[in-house]
């Protein structure tokens, strides 16, 4: 299974954009799958995920109220929507996949390596 990441770019400051994983050679149905993102000199964050059976999701607080994260299982695609974007949101953003993601984002697992992972996808916030 692969993801791939697209929907990147340069936007100013209060701008949007729609990220977009897309997942080719098998489906991720049942699947939790998050958003991360890594700014440079700074460590990777969890930004965003959505679980696989019910579709919850969650959010980190600095995003919460501006971006929202989907999915379309018969596109085999998860989207984050990002509103308001500040330069504080630039960052390399990274999807992934693991079973165990929605509790690891709740804080209930740990794990040191997820199941898939996505190239990345730079996003920048400049005026």
């Known amino acids: 299974v692969q993801l791939v990441e697209s929907g990147g770019g340069l936007v100013q400051p209060g701008g949007s954009l729609r990220l977009s994983c897309a997942t080719s050679g098998s489906t991720l149905d049942g699947y939790p799958i998050g958003w991360f993102r890594q700014a440079p000199g700074k460590g990777r964050e969890g930004v965003a995920c959505?679980?696989?059976?019910?579709?919850?999701?969650y959010y980190t607080d600095s995003v919460k109220g501006r971006f929202t994260i989907s999915r379309d299982n018969a596109k085999n695609t998860v989207t984050l929507i990002m509103n308001s974007l500040k330069p504080g949101d630039t960052a390399v953003y990274y999807c992934?996949?693991?079973?165990?993601?929605?509790?690891?984002?709740?804080?209930?697992?740990?794990?040191?390596?997820?199941?898939?992972w996505g190239q990345g996808t730079q996003v920048t916030v400049s005026s």
């Open positions: 992934a996949a693991d079973r165990l993601l929605y509790y690891i984002f709740l804080g209930l697992a740990a794990k040191n390596e997820y199941e898939y």
């Open positions: 959505i679980n696989g059976d019910d579709d919850k999701t």
